[in-house]
């Protein structure tokens, strides 16, 4: 399927979608990070949502299980 998203806000609910809605259809309760939850994510230097996904900036920070695995692009 072809992503066709042109402005920054068809950018931001694409991105919406793929995450928030893909967390409720896999029945995700609540999709937030809470103490003690896994600390699974990718920092990257973006100002917008749509600056993340359209510029590919390079992975700042990547957390896998609470440790950092990738730091200023180097596997720590």
């Known amino acids: ?3 066709h998203a042109r402005t920054d ?3 931001e609910l694409a991105l919406h979608a793929v995450t928030y809605g893909g ?3 896999m029945g995700l309760d609540g999709y937030v990070m809470r103490p003690g939850d896994p600390a ?3 920092a990257i230097p973006a100002r917008t949502p749509a600056e993340a996904v359209a510029g590919k900036p390079p992975r ?3 957390v896998k299980a609470a440790r950092i695995t990738v730091r200023d692009g180097v596997l720590a």
């Open 9 to 11: 806000s068809q950018v």
């Open 1 to 3: 399927m072809a992503m």
């Open 23 to 25: 967390a409720q259809v």
């Open 60 to 62: 700042s920070l990547v």
């Open 40 to 42: 699974d994510l990718v």
